[in-house]
């Protein structure tokens, strides 16, 4: 009976590592990597891919396993002439806490940007388009 005890006690203590920490967030500051960086604050994110960027207002939540999925908005006709208006979108992805892949899909069209990589702390390297410095979200 210990043994089926033990056993219990054991998967119980697995399956609380898979629930959700209600206080874990995407952590503030740059993320960069080749032509894509996301800058993230208390308030919100501003990320850029390529010559297209969007927003995200709030921390970002994380699960357990450090996957995210939250709404903002996005600009996929940005430069070198921005067209049109910002779209809903699903910023999505996940983190190790160093690493982080980030998917943006504007969710009234079949747009999906990226995946791409990023790196915590690392300047993005954006090839023909800036990237904002300061963040454009309440």
């Given at each position: ?11 119980a203590?697995?399956?609380d ?5 209600p ?11 080749d032509?894509?960086?996301?800058i993230?604050?208390?308030t919100g994110?501003?990320a850029h891919v390529g010559?297209?960027a969007g927003?995200?207002?709030g921390?970002?939540p994380?699960?357990?396993l ?10 996929v006709?940005l430069?070198?002439?921005?067209i049109g208006e910002?779209?809903p979108?699903r910023?999505?992805g996940r983190?190790?806490g160093?690493?982080l892949?980030?998917t943006?899909?504007?969710t009234d069209?079949?747009?999906v940007v ?7 702390g ?11 410095r300061?963040q454009?979200?309440p």
């Open positions: 009976m210990s043994r089926v005890l033990l056993a219990v006690a054991l998967l203590s697995q399956c590592l898979l629930t959700p920490d206080g874990d967030t995407l952590a503030a500051g740059v993320w960069g990597g032509d894509a960086g996301l993230v604050s208390d994110a501003h010559c297209t927003n995200v207002t921390k970002i994380l699960d357990s450090g996957r995210f999925d939250v709404a903002g908005t996005y600009h006709q430069y070198p002439v921005a910002p779209r979108a910023f999505t983190t190790d160093d690493r892949t980030l943006v899909t504007l069209t079949a747009v990226g995946p791409v990589e990023l790196r915590f690392v300047e993005p390297e954006m090839a023909m388009c800036p990237i904002c300061v454009p979200y």
